[in-house]
């Protein structure tokens, strides 16, 4: 059963809100997720290869089918058992269904647009989020959909060549990466008292999570390999994509900290650490001017600090 | 409390979107206007703090070709006399006192980078982080600060993975390489090192579950990895030596995961038995003569099994944790 604290029942009974029995504890810690998560990929690896050595498929129609078969067995193990060693060979079984199913239809693809591959992989992660009845599965789909959606963006913005597109086409394709998952994630925080414990929480709470995960994530894997620069030309500008990494980062620690998950909070500072070391990396700027600049934003920080605590003993 | 329980009990109370938000205030889960308030001052402390350490590290470096040999040292000495200074007017466990003593700490790495750039010592890398280490263990002493001991503790480390890889780690591709037994005998030091560590730790009272994890993460690897050079080629011994290591990882996982009423450790240890029992169910299948076939399907049958037997009885170790609390 879970625990709740003298203070709390009290408060809760007062307000109405406690009449029936307390439920049992169903919790699982992050770390058990982690390890739970972290097998089933390996063993994922070791199916691939059973499958690959027993059915040896030469065709992309046969890689596709296998993987059809994989993650139809997965479903039903997710189904028809809730016992935890089901559980992860159903998790194998899907994360390996889903590897034939990505190399068959990017094999069935151009292989010279990866934008196009990251696009299918995000259809596959979304119906997977869907149909796959599994918390554990819905976390990483989730996760995986949301990083392939934003790697699809970014490789159109960089082509196969390597040639850049102008910083403007870039500025677009980074919103189309970003802001659909920032909307999504600020949606489902925001409604979360509506949906929470109705059905659909099965699937909007895994895609909370996930998302503000991705959150911290994406924005780093889209930070360019060349410079781009809104004003000026070769080089020389002011280094917005890591600017805009940081925003982004700082949105997810918000909602991590509205929802108490110091592990996503932890993600999030990561996320905005690396995103300031990237802007000060891309700022043309000799070193003892970037100096400066800190050590101008860190009084102005402190400044701030000073007011809001003024404010608050106010 | 956290969500899942959260989410568990709105569920049996049958409560609507407006008791839910009026549940999740009463019992402090949703941060109000106050909580909003202190974070961002926390937060604003943090980007301070960064900045003015970083700031004063990049002025240094934009002007380091300027300073000259002396003039470097005697800024280092300087900022490292003003640290420790810090540290005896204003003693931990005040904050100046703990901010005194992690820098002296981090500037001993610096002056000996200093040292070895400029003076042809014939030390290695190694032997310079692990001298860091020692030298700096007078400042985490006094300090009690996880922040000094977890940075000697990763300095500690990157000698120690220093010192194994100048042996070679190369010979996990899988073949014998000459000085063979030296490799695993630096491995298994790092083993010891790191549970004496843990029990120093332990022994001092510092007993946040985040810092004791750091040892524990790196007696893990580096049993992994011994595991691994043994299960390619290694002596009777030397499974012996592994073996009993890898037992003394699993024994003190499971005592502090009691003492600290947390599965952390343990779920480490599992993690650690996971990759071992892997590494070594490869080498024996694939290794034997048979089909490689069943001998995937069995490893993948062995992690998944392993890994729900060993979640099962974490997870109820888990709730019988938060039962007793």
């Known amino acids: ?314 | 409390m956290d969500r899942q329980q959260f989410i568990d009990l709105a569920t049996s109370q049958a409560w609507s979107p407006e008791q839910i938000a009026r549940a999740a205030q009463l019992l402090d889960l949703r941060p109000g206007v106050a909580h909003w308030w202190r974070f961002s001052m926390s937060l604003l402390r943090g980007v301070g703090s960064g900045s003015l350490c970083a700031g004063i590290v990049c002025f240094v470096a934009a002007n380091w070709q300027d300073f000259g040999i002396w003039g470097r040292f005697a800024l280092l000495q300087l900022a490292f006399v003003a640290a420790v200074a810090l540290a005896w007017w204003r003693p931990p466990p005040d904050i100046f006192g703990e901010v005194g003593c992690f820098l002296a700490a981090f500037l001993i790495g610096c002056l000996f980078a200093l040292f070895g750039q400029h003076y042809q010592t014939g030390a290695d890398v190694y032997e310079l982080f692990l001298a860091w280490a020692f030298i700096g263990l007078p400042f985490a002493v006094p300090s009690r600060s996880g922040a000094t001991a977890a940075l000697l503790i990763v300095v500690f480390n990157i000698g120690l993975a220093l010192w194994a890889s100048v042996f070679g780690l190369d010979v996990l591709v899988g073949s014998a390489i000459w000085g063979f037994e030296s490799r695993q005998l630096s491995l298994a030091v790092a083993v010891f090192a790191n549970l004496a560590i843990l029990a120093a730790l332990w022994a001092s009272g510092l007993r946040a579950l985040w810092l004791l994890a750091l040892p524990l993460i790196a007696t893990a690897v580096y049993t992994s990895i011994a595991c691994a050079m043994t299960a390619w080629g290694g002596s009777v011994a030397a499974w012996v030596l592994f073996l009993s290591g890898f037992a003394a990882l699993l024994a003190i996982a499971h005592l502090l995961s009691n003492r600290l009423s947390s599965v952390l450790p343990d779920t480490i240890a599992a993690a650690a038995l996971i990759v071992v029992s892997t590494i070594v169910w490869v080498r024996v299948l694939f290794d034997a003569p048979g089909d490689d076939i069943l001998a995937s399907l069995l490893i993948a049958i062995w992690i998944g099994g392993c890994a729900a037997f060993m979640g099962t009885r974490l997870l109820a170790r888990h709730r019988a944790y938060g039962d007793a609390a």
């Open chain 1, 1 to 314: 059963m879970i625990k709740l604290g003298d203070g709390d029942i009290i408060r809760l009974t007062s307000a109405g809100l406690l009449e029936r029995d307390l439920p049992l504890n169903t919790a699982s810690p992050w770390m058990l997720k982690l390890l739970l998560g972290g097998a089933a990929w390996l063993a994922a690896i070791f199916v691939i290869a059973f499958v690959a050595l027993l059915f040896e498929p030469r065709t992309n129609m046969e890689a596709g089918a296998l993987g059809a078969v994989l993650l139809a067995a997965g479903a039903l193990l997710f189904a028809s058992s809730r016992a935890l060693f089901a559980e992860q060979i159903a998790l194998a079984a899907s994360l390996a269904g889903q590897g034939f199913l990505l190399f068959a239809i990017a094999r069935g693809i151009d292989v010279d647009s990866p934008r196009a591959i990251a696009f299918v992989a995000c259809a596959i992660q979304v119906a997977v989020f869907v149909l796959l009845p599994n918390h554990l599965s819905r976390l990483l789909s989730a996760f995986f959909a949301a990083l392939a959606w934003a790697m699809a963006w970014r490789l159109g913005w960089l082509d196969w060549s390597g040639s850049t597109q102008s910083a403007f086409a870039g500025l677009v394709d980074w919103i189309y990466g970003v802001v659909p998952i920032v909307a999504l994630a600020a949606g489902l925080v925001l409604s979360e008292a509506r949906w929470l414990t109705t059905p659909l929480s099965r699937w909007f709470l895994p895609a909370t999570t996930s998302l503000i995960a991705a959150l911290c994530v994406a924005p780093i894997v889209l930070l360019p390999i060349e410079r781009s620069a809104i004003f000026g030309g070769g080089g020389a500008g002011l280094a917005p994509w890591p600017l805009l990494s940081l925003l982004t980062a700082l949105g997810a620690l918000a909602a991590a900290r509205y929802l108490g998950s110091a592990a996503l909070m932890a993600l999030a500072i990561v996320s905005a650490i690396l995103s300031t070391i990237a802007f000060y990396y891309e700022l043309t700027m000799p070193l003892l001017a970037k100096s400066l600049l800190m050590l101008g934003i860190a009084a102005l920080a402190f400044a701030a600090h000073g007011y809001l605590r003024k404010r608050e003993v106010a």
